[in-house]
Nanobody, 123 residues
């Protein structure tokens, strides 16, 4: 299983970025896919997740600003991030939960991880 994130970069506060996570070796549609982030000096935290069975879910801190979606044909999941804030600065990871059914913002549920992509929001 390989997960490749892309789309990170530097953006000013209030701007937007779209992260992509492309999978090989699995069919995304069969699993829960999560987005997690790790800010400098802080623990990694769940941001959003999506699955065919349960739909999309996001943390309170990003609700109304981040949108999770998927393209089955491309086996790719996206995280559209709008109205970005400096506190969104972090390395963003996508991850796969093989079993599903658990709280999808918890790090422990994830079995496969991408390499991460840096998002930096300037004030």
């Amino acid at each position: 299983v390989q997960l490749v994130e892309s789309g990170g970069g530097l953006v000013q506060a209030g701007g937007s970025l779209r992260l992509s996570c492309e999978a090989s070796g699995i069919n995304f549609d069969d699993y829960t896919i999560g987005w997690l982030r790790q800010a400098p000096g802080k623990a990694r935290r769940g941001v959003a997740c999506i699955s065919s069975s349960d739909g999309a879910y996001s943390a309170d801190s990003v609700q109304g600003r981040f949108t999770n979606s998927s393209d089955k044909a491309k086996n790719t999941v996206y995280l559209q991030m709008d109205n970005l804030k400096p506190e969104d600065t972090a390395v963003y990871y996508c991850a796969v939960d093989k079993y599903g059914g658990a709280y999808c913002l918890a790090l422990a549920v994830y079995d496969y991880w991408g390499q991460g992509t840096q998002v930096t929001v300037s004030s």
